[in-house]
């Protein structure tokens, strides 16, 4: 099988902040199309390794290669817009690039929040704004979105809604989506692959194989079954073509991110699954 | 028309706010009001140093001007706290500027002319200029509107979007230096600050968007050079200050009206 050219990768990234590092020894790779989720504890460097892979966080070892020209649809975790700049949503959604009323408005229902174009940016709800950002993004018709924990300060039937969008959005246009999240249960379910992160890559593989990973266990303290009923369900019912695989046989290499660590616990998360 | 004294200060003011306007809502909206103090107050350097190498004043506070812009531009992002540098900046380029003038034969007596300046006194020259370094600065403006204003809501939303926020910022700093250059003789290096962020601040109460923002700062600014002149005909005030104090009545009537966004 021809895999397809990477939109993104990096190589034994690590990036510091100040001297301490965060991020150590990352091997990860995205392919048009995807969803790859990240998981991890608080200050596992979840963030960082999406700026570092957009490019706003220098590596202070290895490297990061974008497609050239790449078109990246980016939500960060937190906006702050200065209140002296006065901003509707609609003048919002033409910057950088102009987009039409008709793109603007079409974008904005998409996204959950229709008729918004006449209100001003710094009056919104942090959900309207979240939702604002992603209609956004999509207006650039990116080749990859990007989404720092997307679903904060959403209800849950609005956090299930978004990821239902996020599939459609990718079953339409075939970007690939980059999450941070902390939604376990229902991020794994919508994800293709999912990177469990601390520090360094603990486990990545498909969520069936990473939610059976000792080091996701031990990370996110649950159990053998009990929460994982939920999401097995879940799982097993949106992703049928996975049953049987103890990892997306289009990415070998990145179920298996320790072969080239071998200064972490050499435990790799399919040992447990292997198909 | 252009022999009354009157007509060549209202049309220096006039033209200097087609650049203020967009300019010092840049300035408001990226909280840069200390930046610009400090590009103002190395412009009294650059008269000093003009004098002593005699060259003309508008080159001398131009290439200072730049000079402290673009060190300031690169110390930024580098950790240091913004407010801290400009203040060491803002306060010893006019420490030595003055440190200069006095050093100078002959400045001692017109220094107050260039910190206040002094609009009653431009020739057409002076008119050609403030007119030429305003329409630069704003056909600058309009061409980077987008990417400035993409880089001025977030400099990484902007980079991820494939923009340069440093080309951005670099281009806002050169017209700024540029601007400043132009105005010190009409309203001086202390209160060209205050013509910056003053009428952007007014028409930051009315504007719903950013364009109407900084038109109505223009707008602000030309008439706050208007009622100035007059009120310094009136009652025989320094044109300057009184320029500016006009704009800081109408700010002050600004908040009194209802905000609208």
């Keep these: 099988m021809q895999l397809p050219k990477p939109l993104i990768t990096a190589e034994n990234l690590s990036v510091s902040h100040g001297g301490a590092p965060v991020l150590s020894g990352v091997d990860f790779t995205i392919a048009p199309a995807e969803i790859v989720t990240v998981v991890g504890p608080n200050g596992s460097g979840k963030s960082t390794l999406i700026r570092a892979l957009i490019g706003l966080e220098p590596a202070a070892t290895g490297q990061v290669t974008r497609q050239p020209g790449l078109v990246i649809g980016y939500v960060p975790q937190k906006l702050h817009i200065d209140a002296s700049l006065p901003m509707t949503v609609r003048r919002f959604l033409s910057l950088p690039k102009r987009v039409g009323n008709a793109d603007a408005a079409a974008a904005l229902a998409r996204t959950g929040v229709p008729g ?37 300060g959403l209800d849950q039937p609005g956090t299930a809604a978004f990821y239902k ?34 520090g360094h890559v603990c486990c990545a593989g498909t969520p069936r194989v990473v939610s059976n990973a000792p080091e996701y266990r031990a990370l996110f303290g649950l159990g053998t079954g009990g929460a994982f009923a939920l999401y097995q369900h ?33 435990h790799d998360c399919e040992h447990d699954h292997a198909g | 028309m252009l022999d009354d004294f009157l007509t060549r200060a209202a049309l220096a003011g006039t033209g200097l706010t087609l650049a203020t306007g967009p300019l010092g809502s840049f300035v408001v909206w990226r909280r840069m009001a200390y930046f610009g103090d400090a590009t103002a107050h190395a412009a009294i350097l650059g008269v000093a140093l003009s004098f002593g190498f005699g060259i003309s004043v508008y080159v001398g506070t131009l290439a200072v001007a730049l000079g402290m812009a673009l060190t300031v531009a690169q110390l930024s992002g580098r950790g240091h706290a913004m407010d801290t540098v400009l203040g060491v900046l803002a306060h010893s380029a006019l420490a030595f500027g003055l440190v200069a003038a006095s050093l100078i034969s002959g400045l001692r007596v017109d220094l107050s002319a260039w910190l206040f300046g002094d609009i009653l006194a431009v020739s057409r020259m002076d008119l050609a200029i403030v007119w030429g370094g305003a329409v630069l600065v704003l056909l600058a403006l309009a061409w980077r509107w987008q990417g400035l204003l993409a880089s001025t809501i977030n400099e990484e939303l902007a980079q991820a979007s494939g923009l340069n926020p440093r080309l951005e910022r670099l281009v806002l700093v050169l017209a700024l230096a540029l601007t400043v250059a132009v105005s010190i003789k009409i309203v001086g290096a202390l209160l060209i600050a205050a013509l910056l962020i003053v009428p952007a601040a007014t028409a930051r109460q009315f504007a719903r968007s950013p364009e109407a923002m900084a038109l109505g700062a223009t707008c602000a600014g030309a008439v706050s050079v208007v009622l100035g002149l ?20 109408m700010f002050t009537v600004s908040l009194i009206l209802p905000r609208r966004a």
């Design chain 1, 165 to 198: 969008l996020i599939d459609e959005v990718r079953a339409e246009t075939g970007a690939a989506v980059l999450m941070v999240s902390h939604d376990l249960h229902v991020v794994m379910s919508a994800s293709d692959r999912v990177i469990c992160l601390n």
């Design chain 2, 230 to 249: 007059w009120a310094s005909m009136r009652f025989d005030t320094p044109a300057g200050p009184s320029i500016v104090a006009m704009a800081a009545v």
């Design chain 1, 234 to 266: 879940v799982h097993d019912h949106d992703h049928d073509h996975d049953e049987g695989h103890g990892h997306d046989p289009a990415h070998p290499h990145h179920a298996h991110p320790h072969a080239e660590h071998p200064s972490h616990p050499p």
């Design chain 1, 116 to 152: 918004l174009e006449g209100r001003q940016i710094t009056r919104l709800s942090g959900g309207q704004f979240q939702r604002v950002l992603l209609a956004r993004a999509l207006l650039a018709h990116p080749q990859i979105l990007i989404l720092d924990e997307p679903t904060q």
